[in-house]
C-alpha cells in the first residue's frame, strides 16, 4: 500500500490485470471467456470485464466469487439480463474454484455518460480488468481520491439502508440472511473507506485495509467496520449481527457521509 494505488500523477491507478489471475481461477476466467463469446457472441457485445478479488490475485479457492460486467452496444433487454442469469448457472455449478458467479449488464451510452463519470465510469478505468473488446477506460478521464468521488460512488447509502431493513425482516432462511449480510457488509466497508479517502489521498479495494484506515479516523466505530469486514470475507445469517450492520452502523455511517461530502447526485429516471 505505500503507493496508496496511485499512479505517478496521483490519479487513481487500475487495479487489475489479468497477469495476476492465479492459476486456480485460470480455468473459470477460460470458461468465462467462451460462455460470453456464446452467449452474447451475436453483436451484442461491446466488451467485457473481471472485476473483484480474481483479477486483483486475492481470490481465494472456494471462498471468492467471480465478478463479471458486460458492456452491450445497446441498453440491456430481457434477454440480456436472461442470458445474463444463465451464464451465472453454468460458471457457478462447473467451478469449484468460485463460490458464485455474478454478472453486470450495461450499456455502451451508460457507462460513457457524463453524469457516471464518477461512478460507472470509475468504476470502468479504475476496478475493472479488460477481458474481450474494445476497453471503455480509454475513453474515461483519469480519477483522483477527493471528495467528489467519494460523494458519487457512495453518496447514497442511506437510500439502500430501507431496503436492507425490509430484506431482513423478510428474510426466512439462513441462505437469505447471508446473501444480505455479504452484501450489506462490503457495501459497509466500501463507504466506511471512500468516507476518509481524500484525507487518507489513494484507493484500496481491500477490505481489512479499508476497514484499519477508517478505524483510524473514528475509533469510536472501528469495531463496528472490523466486524463487517469479517461479515464480508465471511458472512454469517445471525441476526444480531446483520442487525447491528443494518440497524446501527450503516444510519450513522449515512448521516456521517452525507455529513461529509454531501449526497449522490440524482440520476435521471430510466
Not at 483479477?55 to 458486460?70: C, N, Q
Not at 478505468?125 to 471503455?136: A, H, K, N, R, V
Not at 428474510?171 to 463507504?191: N, Y
Request: hydrophobic share 45%; proline share 6%; glycine share 10%.
Amino acid at each position: 500500500m505505500e503507493s496508496k494505488g496511485l499512479n505517478p500523477d496521483g490519479s487513481i491507478a487500475r487495479e487489475g490485470a489479468l497477469d495476476r489471475v492465479t492459476a486456480a481461477f485460470a480455468p473459470v476466467v477460460a470458461a468465462a471467456r467462451s460462455q460470453i463469446a456464446g452467449r452474447f457472441g451475436d453483436g451484442r457485445l461491446h466488451s467485457a470485464y473481471l472485476y473483484g478479488s480474481i483479477p486483483r490475485g486475492t481470490a481465494v479457492p472456494g471462498v471468492s466469487d467471480l465478478d463479471l460486467l458486460l458492456v452491450l452496444h445497446e441498453e440491456p433487454t430481457a434477454r440480456d439480463r436472461a442470458d445474463a442469469d444463465a451464464m451465472e448457472a453454468v460458471l457457478d455449478g462447473e467451478s469449484e474454484a468460485i463460490d458464485g458467479a455474478g454478472v453486470l449488464i450495461v450499456g455502451a451510452g451508460a457507462a460513457l455518460d457524463e453524469a457516471e463519470r464518477y461512478d460507472l465510469g470509475f468504476f470502468i478505468s479504475c476496478l475493472c480488468t479488460p477481458l474481450t473488446g474494445e476497453d471503455l477506460a480509454a475513453r474515461l478521464p483519469a480519477q483522483y481520491p477527493t471528495s467528489l468521488l467519494a460523494r458519487e460512488t457512495n453518496g447514497d447509502l442511506d437510500l439502500v439502508l430501507p431496503r436492507w431493513r425490509a430484506r431482513l425482516r423478510d428474510a426466512g432462511t439462513d441462505i437469505a440472511r447471508l446473501a444480505l449480510c455479504r452484501r450489506a457488509a462490503r457495501r459497509l466497508v466500501r463507504s466506511g473507506f471512500t468516507l476518509v479517502m481524500p484525507r487518507w489521498g489513494g484507493w484500496t479495494s481491500d477490505l481489512e485495509a479499508s476497514a484499519e484506515l477508517f478505524a483510524g479516523h473514528y475509533p469510536q466505530r472501528a469495531a463496528q467496520m472490523r466486524l463487517a469486514a469479517a461479515a464480508a470475507r465471511r458472512p454469517t445469517p445471525d441476526e444480531a449481527v446483520i442487525r447491528t450492520l443494518v440497524e446501527d452502523l450503516g444510519p450513522w455511517l449515512a448521516g456521517e457521509y452525507t455529513a461529509v461530502h454531501g449526497t449522490k447526485a440524482v440520476r435521471p429516471a430510466p
